[in-house]
C-alpha cells in the first residue's frame, strides 16, 4: 500500500489536477500570454533565474547540509500549481494569468526541471551520488503527468463546452479532496520520518517561500505591471508545487529523505502565503474606505 502511494495515487492525482485545469482553458488563453508577454517573461524569469539564486543564496547563508540543500534545489526548480491559482483569486489577482502561466509554465517543466535539478545537483557534489537524476524518464513521467493532461483537457472543453462548464466546479473539488487524502496518507506513512516544524529545514522552506513571494510581487510592481498582475506573479513564483517535487523525488531520485523535505515545504509554504494574502485583503479593505 505504501508503495502504491508514491508509485500510482499521488502521480495519478497530479495528472488529474492537471486535465481538470486543462478543462479551463483555451486557446485564447495562450494567445493573450504571447499578445502581452510581459507577465510571461517576468514569470519564467523568476521561475528560471530568481528561484535558482534565492535557493543558492539560503544554501550558503544557512550552511545547508547536502540532503537539505539539495531539497531546496528540487522544490525550487518545480513548477508552480494549482494552489497559486487559488490564492490569486482570493487576493483579488489575475486569476485568468495564474491558470494560463500555470499551464505554461508546467507545459515547460518536462524540459526545464530536470536539467535544472541535475545540473545544480552536480554543483553541489551530488550528481554521482545516490542523488543522481536520470534525465530521460524524469522527463517522460513529467510529460505524462504536465503536458498530456492538459492537452487532453483542452480538447475535452472545446468537445463537450456546455458540459464542462457545468460540472467543472465539482469536477475541481473533487480531484482537490482526492489529492488531499493522498497527501495526508503520505503525512500519516511518514510522521514520524518529518522534520521538526523547528528544523533548518523547516527554517530553510519557509524563507525560500518568503522571499520569493516578496520578490514576485515586487519585480511585477518595478516592471509597472498592474496591482491584478503583480499579485497573481507573487503567487505564481513563491508558491511551488510541492507535490512534483515529492514525486520525483520517490520515483526518480528514490529518496525519501528528499520526498519528506519536499512535503515539509507543501505544508509550510501556507504561513507566507496565508500572511501575504492577509496583506492584500488589507490593503484592498483600506483602498475601499479610502475612497469612500
Known amino acids: 500500500m505504501a508503495e502504491l502511494l508514491t508509485t500510482l495515487f499521488l502521480p495519478l492525482m497530479l495528472a488529474l489536477m492537471t486535465l481538470v485545469m486543462g478543462m479551463t482553458l483555451e486557446p485564447r488563453h495562450f494567445a493573450r500570454l504571447l499578445r502581452m508577454p510581459t507577465p510571461l517573461l517576468l514569470g519564467l524569469g523568476m521561475q528560471w533565474l530568481l528561484l535558482p539564486l534565492l535557493a543558492w543564496l539560503l544554501i550558503w547563508a544557512l550552511a545547508l547540509p547536502p540532503l537539505i ?14 494552489t497559486s491559482n487559488l490564492f490569486s483569486f482570493l487576493a483579488e489577482g489575475d486569476t485568468a494569468l495564474s491558470v494560463s502561466l500555470t499551464a505554461f509554465v508546467g507545459l515547460l517543466a518536462p524540459f526545464w526541471m530536470p536539467l535544472a535539478v541535475a545540473t545544480q545537483l552536480h554543483w553541489l557534489g551530488q550528481g554521482g551520488t545516490e542523488l543522481a537524476l536520470p534525465l530521460g524518464s524524469t522527463m517522460a513521467q513529467l510529460a505524462l503527468i504536465c503536458i498530456l493532461p492538459v492537452l487532453v483537457g483542452m480538447a475535452i472543453r472545446g468537445q463537450y463546452r456546455r458540459w464542462v462548464e457545468c460540472h467543472q466546479p465539482r469536477l475541481k473539488q473533487g480531484v482537490s479532496f482526492l489529492f488531499m487524502l493522498v497527501l495526508l496518507a ?61 514525486l520525483v523525488a520517490y520515483t526518480q531520485l528514490g529518496s525519501d529523505a528528499l520526498a519528506m523535505l519536499a512535503l515539509l515545504y507543501g505544508i509550510l509554504m501556507n504561513i507566507p502565503a496565508l500572511a501575504l494574502l492577509a496583506w492584500f485583503r488589507r490593503r484592498g479593505r483600506m483602498a475601499v474606505l479610502s475612497a469612500r
Open 186 to 246: 503520505l503525512v500519516a506513512r511518514n510522521l514520524k520520518q518529518l522534520p521538526s516544524l523547528f528544523s533548518t529545514a523547516a527554517l530553510a522552506m519557509l524563507l525560500l517561500c518568503s522571499l520569493a513571494l516578496a520578490c514576485g510581487y515586487l519585480v511585477a510592481r518595478l516592471a509597472q505591471c498592474p496591482e491584478t498582475s503583480c499579485r497573481s506573479l507573487a503567487f505564481e513564483v513563491g508558491i511551488q508545487n510541492g507535490a512534483t517535487a515529492i
Open 69 to 82: 540543500a539539495a531539497a531546496v534545489i528540487l522544490v525550487a526548480a518545480a513548477p508552480g500549481g494549482a
